[in-house]
């Protein structure tokens, strides 16, 4: 079975500095594709960042960046430069290559103080 | 352009109760995804049309679930008759098609929240 865990159900950071986001999957599929999403309390899932699993560069979209270890099955998301909009939960995401399914794992909560 | 639409935004029924969702996709995306989201969790995938076909359902509980894209369009997921643990967030999604999930993920919507007493 494909499954995503992440263990922090909870996180907060202080604005401005960085925070790590830990994601780990079990799969035997090859091919696929992981992503972050953000829940904030409106309910709408936002897309954060994707990586290709075949691709070893690590993806960056501005203040998010991934750390993605395909040998360990690892995904996690930093965010640097913390803003008090990025208060929201965090979902990481697997999906099989070619099936638009997406799993996702339980979600951390993250709240950024000021 | 115009994102994935649903109503109601909120819904309260007793037990046994039957209940509706709607959806309205993006103009234009051929797949559509129901999500069922239960407080706490990550969501969880009940069905999945491609146009008005069915490509997986596998985690619909089938004896009081059912949905259906009947124009290729907007959909609509029924639970007849509701169990206190059908108390959750319903989310709609849609994409142009299986493959562009990859490169893009999903557009959702904001969802329903339905509240089973």
Redesign the interface.
């Known amino acids: 079975a494909q499954t995503v865990t992440q263990s922090q159900p909870e996180m907060s950071v202080q604005e401005a500095e960085t925070v790590t986001l830990s994601c780990t999957y079990d799969t035997s599929e090859n091919n696929y594709y992981l992503f972050w999403y953000k829940q904030p309390p409106s309910r709408q899932m936002i897309l954060v960042i994707r990586q290709e699993a075949y691709k070893q560069q690590n993806a960056t979209e501005n203040r998010f960046s991934v750390n993605f270890q395909k040998a360990a099955k690892s995904f996690s998301l930093k965010i640097s430069d913390s803003q008090l909009g990025d208060t929201a939960m965090y979902f990481c995401a697997f999906s099989p290559a070619n099936t638009g399914k997406l799993i996702f794992g339980q979600g951390t909560t993250l709240q950024v103080k000021p | 352009e115009a994102?994935v639409a649903q109503s109601p935004r909120y819904k309260i029924i007793e037990k046994r109760q039957s209940v509706a969702f709607w959806c309205n996709p993006i103009s234009g995306h051929a797949?559509l995804?129901w999500y069922q989201q239960i407080l706490?969790?990550?969501?969880?995938?009940l069905i999945?049309f491609q146009n008005n076909g069915v490509?997986?359902d596998s985690q619909l509980p089938k004896d009081r679930f059912s949905a259906e894209r009947l124009k290729g369009v907007d959909s609509t997921l029924k639970i007849q008759p509701a169990k206190l643990e059908d108390s959750a967030?319903y989310?709609c999604?849609s994409?142009l098609?299986?493959?562009t999930?990859?490169?893009?993920?999903?557009t959702?919507?904001?969802?329903t929240?339905l509240t089973v007493v």
Not at chain 2, 40 to 45: D, S, V
Not at chain 2, 101 to 106: E, F, K, P, R, V
């Open positions: 994102g797949t995804y706490g969790q990550g969501p969880k995938l999945q490509v997986d967030v989310l999604a994409s098609s299986r493959a999930t990859a490169n893009y993920g999903y959702f919507g904001s969802g929240r």
